[in-house]
C-alpha cells in the first residue's frame, strides 16, 4: 500500500465518506420529509460523516470501515424500516447515499487493513 493510505487525513474514501454523510444530514433542509424522516436522516448521516471523520484520523481503525457498513445498510434499509418510501426524495436519498456508503466503506477496507497492519509494532 502507498504511503497516501496510511496517513490521516489522506485517504479519498473516507472523505467521501464524510461528505455523504453531511448530504444526507443536511438533506432534510431541502426535501420534503416529516419531523421523523428528518431525524432519521440527521441522525444516521451525522453518524457516517463522524464515523468517517474518526477513519480519517486513526487510518489504522478497521473497526471504522465496519462500522461505515453497517450504517450505509442503515441508511439503505431506513425509508422502509421507518416507513418513509412515500417520501420520494428522501427515500432516494437514503438509498443511494447508503449504497455509496457501503462502497466506499467497503473499498476502504483493505487500505485500512493495510494502515493497521503498518501501525502495529512487529
Given at each position: 500500500?502507498?504511503e497516501?493510505s496510511t496517513?490521516?487525513?489522506?485517504r479519498?474514501?473516507d472523505?467521501?465518506?464524510v461528505v ?5 444530514a443536511l438533506?432534510?433542509?431541502w426535501?420534503?420529509t416529516?419531523t421523523?424522516?428528518?431525524w432519521?436522516?440527521v441522525?444516521?448521516g451525522?453518524?457516517?460523516a463522524?464515523d468517517?471523520l474518526?477513519s480519517?484520523a486513526?487510518p489504522?481503525?478497521v ?6 457498513i ?5 441508511l439503505?434499509?431506513a ?5 418513509y418510501?412515500?417520501f ?7 438509498w443511494?447515499a447508503?449504497?455509496l ?6 473499498a476502504?477496507?483493505p487500505?485500512a487493513?493495510a494502515?493497521?497492519?503498518t501501525?502495529?509494532?512487529h
Amino acid at each position: 500500500m502507498s504511503e497516501v493510505s496510511t496517513r490521516a487525513w489522506t485517504r479519498p474514501h473516507d472523505w467521501a465518506e464524510v461528505v455523504i454523510g453531511v448530504v444526507a444530514a443536511l438533506s432534510p433542509l431541502w426535501l420534503s420529509t416529516d419531523t421523523m424522516t428528518m431525524w432519521t436522516m440527521v441522525i444516521l448521516g451525522a453518524l457516517i460523516a463522524i464515523d468517517g471523520l474518526v477513519s480519517l484520523a486513526v487510518p489504522g481503525a478497521v473497526y471504522g470501515e465496519g462500522i461505515q457498513i453497517v450504517l450505509g445498510v442503515l441508511l439503505f434499509l431506513a425509508p422502509w424500516v421507518m416507513g418513509y418510501t412515500e417520501f420520494n426524495g428522501a427515500s432516494w436519498t437514503s438509498w443511494v447515499a447508503g449504497a455509496l456508503t457501503i462502497i466506499a466503506g467497503a473499498a476502504a477496507m483493505p487500505m485500512a487493513t493495510a494502515a493497521h497492519r503498518t501501525a502495529m509494532p512487529h
